[in-house]
């Protein structure tokens, strides 16, 4: 086991949390985590990477350089506490200027995916279309939601199936996408609706959206968090692959394979 | 100091949730007449020295690119504030 595959465990004792397979191609995938002052699921989103079998990489905001990651995840919290609008400040950081430019390259672009306040960013930075505004109810919603797989075919979600459904935690306080009729009807149009809500619309985001991508469908923001479902006995207490044990539900794990397997090719 | 006084605003056709909350409460401490509330922002920028034009073209770049998102808000205001100007 390498250093840089051991993991502090969420709670509990120090026990290393090593990649499923240390011989495995994907391993050899790196994907950069980004930390923001106010991140707050960076940690989370680092050991999923590693739970699906990849390497992960800490960057920081500050830097500018994005050592020669395969890809980035930009992590859910309150960066710069939200201060401004959320994602706002986060827009003009050293490192977003270079995650921008090289996920706006052409057919190789930087495959991006930003989770929560992670898809506030990639809104702020124009890298996609719309905004998020405070839920409906203004309140602060934390709870499991069901979420149904729109597009299979992004760097992001190729593990699963065309309209497979998933329930992961969903926590937020400015979760209500908006964007005007046109560019809605271009994002359905164009197959850039990657997630939606089922049973139920927890903030009024418009046509129930909970995750869309870019043009190229190498960024992807996504509002529900698949991070914290991707070991059992951390999860949610359901999934929609079926019964599951206290806990057990494991249905974020796809969104981390997907992009290894489709680094590796 | 001088200062430049930017106000943004929710644009029209978003639903502000802020402001339906307000306007929820206005009732419950005996307020009525108001069909409506929206919440902006207002920031005060302080100049250091004398605000030329130069400085207020700064303003309203920080306006449209930093203070306010435009998918969601308008810059209602960009202005060198009256009690300041002499």
Redesign the interface.
Known sequence: MTTSNIETPLIGGPQPVASNNEDSPLNGVKVGVVTFPGSLDDRDAVRAVRLAGGSAIHLWHGDHSLQDVDAVIIPGGFSYGDYLRAGAISRFAPLMEQITEAASGGADALPVLGICNGFQVLTEAHLLPGSMIKNNDLHFICRDQRLRVENADTFWTSEYAQGEELVIPLKNQDGQFVADNYTLDELEGEGRVVFRYVGGNPNGSRRDIAGISNAAGNVVGLMPHPEHAVEAGFGPDSSARGEVEVRGGTDGLGIFTSVLKKLVG | MPRIVVDVM?KP???D??GK?IAGALPRIGLTGFAGVRQGKRFELTVDGDVTEEVLEQARHAATT??S?P??EDVTRVEVLEEDAQ
Do not use: G, K, S, T
């Open positions: 929710p056709e978003i639903l949730p802020q909350a930093l203070l998102n998918v969601i």
